[in-house]
């Protein structure tokens, strides 16, 4: 059906619908845990907040496990170099996510408040943590993560955990943390009634226009003050097999390169802001179901804004540029991508469509008086 070239540039595609489908859906999970300590004002206010995103948590969280598959299948050698690069940070990350399912589970199965506390601050962990985890990840690719490849393609890290937390990276992850909790804020806001939706309200609001100054500043500063990568010598795609087979370059600007030949894909950190501008103004007037889709649509744009910026780039080299995975030499053999294909056309719509039965049925404002009503409250 499609050629090798197209078949990976549709994968290109595909694992980025679902890294925008985890940050969608499990992003507003992770904003709600981000919240609770701050505007749960009681045990029944925090109930009514993990009540809003109880039953969907768990399938919300399959979008990042199937991208990780999707990653190892269809970019084995990125998925090989960035888990070994990048380790303590995912353990970090997957050791603050085990926060989550003994949370929402245990919670609740004591009537006391310490008890019900502790599990509110594991929440809490298992939410921001990934997040800042995450934002770092983007922050560290943008600059280039110090790897090299032998003439056997065996990927060598040499930086180290420290490295990771460097002051570019800590903004992307900051902006993370702050977009998916505008994120839950909108959730919680369409999902909730009286003080708590006013509260979350102000939220959403807030995180919104932090959004705005923290997504305007990681924009200048990659344009000021991180080199971006260009590729300036390589066979034609469909002849170029191996990594090794190109001269990359670190140029001032590269990143802008693709929004100056395509305008059009300036789209995308326009839709980041408009979506965060959209959050902030709907909120405020009480439409929540269009702050909601504003604050997923700024999600979308600020995802895409880094992926426009970086293609070919999937896992650019800092020790070694010309090393450097792009979209044409990093992924498996056309029979794999080929059969991936076909099993995401087949699986991926009816997952959607089963997700949004689920919500459909649950669907409504959250109580006090209904959680304490419900066999399965958490």
Same mark, same amino acid.
């Given at each position: 059906?499609?050629?090798?070239?197209?078949?990976?540039?549709?994968?290109?595609?595909?694992?980025?619908?679902?890294?925008?489908?985890?940050?969608?859906?499990?992003?507003?999970?992770?904003?709600?845990?981000?919240?609770?300590?701050?505007?749960?004002?009681?045990?029944?206010?925090?109930?009514?907040?993990?009540?809003?995103?109880?039953?969907?948590?768990?399938?919300?969280?399959?979008?990042?496990?199937?991208?990780?598959?999707?990653?190892?299948?269809?970019?084995?050698?990125?998925?090989?170099?960035?888990?070994?690069?990048?380790?303590?940070?995912?353990?970090?990350?997957?050791?603050?996510?085990?926060?989550?399912?003994?949370?929402?589970?245990?919670?609740?199965?004591?009537?006391?408040?310490?008890?019900?506390?502790?599990?509110?601050?594991?929440?809490?962990?298992?939410?921001?943590?990934?997040?800042?985890?995450?934002?770092?990840?983007?922050?560290?690719?943008?600059?280039?993560?110090?790897?090299?490849?032998?003439?056997?393609?065996?990927?060598?890290?040499?930086?180290?955990?420290?490295?990771?937390?460097? #002051?570019?990276?800590?903004? $992307? %992850?900051? +902006?993370?943390?702050? *977009?998916?909790?505008?994120? @839950?804020?909108?959730? /919680?806001?369409?999902?909730?009634?009286?003080?708590?939706?006013?509260?979350?309200?102000?939220?959403?609001?807030?995180?919104?226009?932090?959004?705005?100054?923290?997504?305007?500043?990681?924009?200048?500063?990659?344009?000021?003050?991180?080199?971006?990568?260009?590729?300036?010598?390589?066979?034609?795609?469909?002849?170029?097999?191996?990594?090794?087979?190109?001269?990359?370059?670190?140029?001032?600007?590269?990143?802008?390169?693709?929004?100056?030949?395509?305008?059009?894909?300036?789209?995308? #950190?326009?839709?980041?802001? $408009? %979506?965060? +501008?959209?959050?902030? *103004?709907?909120?405020?007037? @009480?439409?929540?179901? /269009?702050?909601?889709?504003?604050?997923?649509?700024?999600?979308?744009?600020?995802?895409?804004?880094?992926?426009?910026?970086?293609?070919?780039?999937?896992?650019?080299?800092?020790?070694?540029?010309?090393?450097?995975?792009?979209?044409?030499?990093?992924?498996?053999?056309?029979?794999?991508?080929?059969?991936?294909?076909?099993?995401?056309?087949?699986?991926?719509?009816?997952?959607?469509?089963?997700?949004?039965?689920?919500?459909?049925?649950?669907?409504?404002?959250?109580?006090?008086?209904?959680?304490?009503?419900?066999? $399965?409250?958490?």
């Amino acid at each position: 059906m499609f050629d090798y070239e197209t078949l990976k540039l549709v994968w290109w595609l595909l694992i980025g619908v679902l890294l925008i489908g985890f940050a969608v859906t499990d992003g507003m999970d992770m904003g709600v845990g981000n919240l609770l300590l701050f505007i749960g004002k009681s045990d029944d206010d925090r109930r009514v907040m993990i009540n809003t995103v109880g039953p969907h948590w768990d399938g919300n969280q399959v979008w990042l496990v199937t991208a990780g598959g999707a990653i190892f299948a269809a970019w084995p050698a990125v998925y090989a170099a960035a888990f070994s690069g990048f380790y303590f940070a995912m353990l970090l990350a997957l050791f603050a996510l085990f926060f989550r399912p003994v949370g929402f589970d245990y919670r609740s199965k004591l009537d006391n408040p310490g008890w019900r506390r502790m599990w509110d601050v594991a929440l809490f962990i298992g939410s921001a943590v990934p997040a800042l985890v995450f934002g770092i990840a983007f922050g560290n690719l943008l600059q280039g993560v110090p790897f090299h490849l032998d003439e056997f393609l065996r990927p060598f890290y040499t930086g180290s955990f420290l490295a990771l937390l460097n #002051p570019f990276a800590l903004l $992307a %992850g900051l +902006l993370s943390v702050v *977009l998916l909790t505008m994120h @839950g804020a909108t959730w /919680l806001q369409m999902r909730t009634l009286d003080e708590l939706a006013d509260r979350s309200r102000v939220a959403a609001r807030r995180m919104a226009l932090l959004s705005i100054l923290l997504f305007a500043a990681a924009g200048i500063w990659l344009a000021m003050g991180v080199e971006g990568y260009r590729v300036i010598d390589m066979p034609p795609p469909g002849e170029l097999t191996s990594p090794l087979h190109k001269t990359v370059e670190k140029v001032e600007g590269a990143w802008f390169d693709n929004y100056r030949v395509m305008p059009w894909t300036m789209v995308f #950190p326009l839709l980041g802001f $408009a %979506g965060m +501008l959209g959050a902030w *103004l709907f909120s405020g007037v @009480g439409r929540s179901a /269009l702050a909601f889709l504003s604050s997923s649509l700024a999600i979308v744009g600020v995802i895409m804004t880094a992926g426009v910026s970086m293609f070919p780039f999937i896992m650019p080299s800092s020790s070694n540029p010309s090393h450097s995975f792009i979209a044409w030499d990093a992924t498996s053999s056309p029979l794999t991508l080929t059969v991936m294909f076909w099993a995401a056309a087949i699986f991926v719509p009816i997952i959607i469509a089963y997700t949004t039965w689920n919500y459909y049925k649950m669907w409504g404002k959250v109580s006090v008086d209904e959680i304490k009503n419900r066999f $399965a409250a958490y």
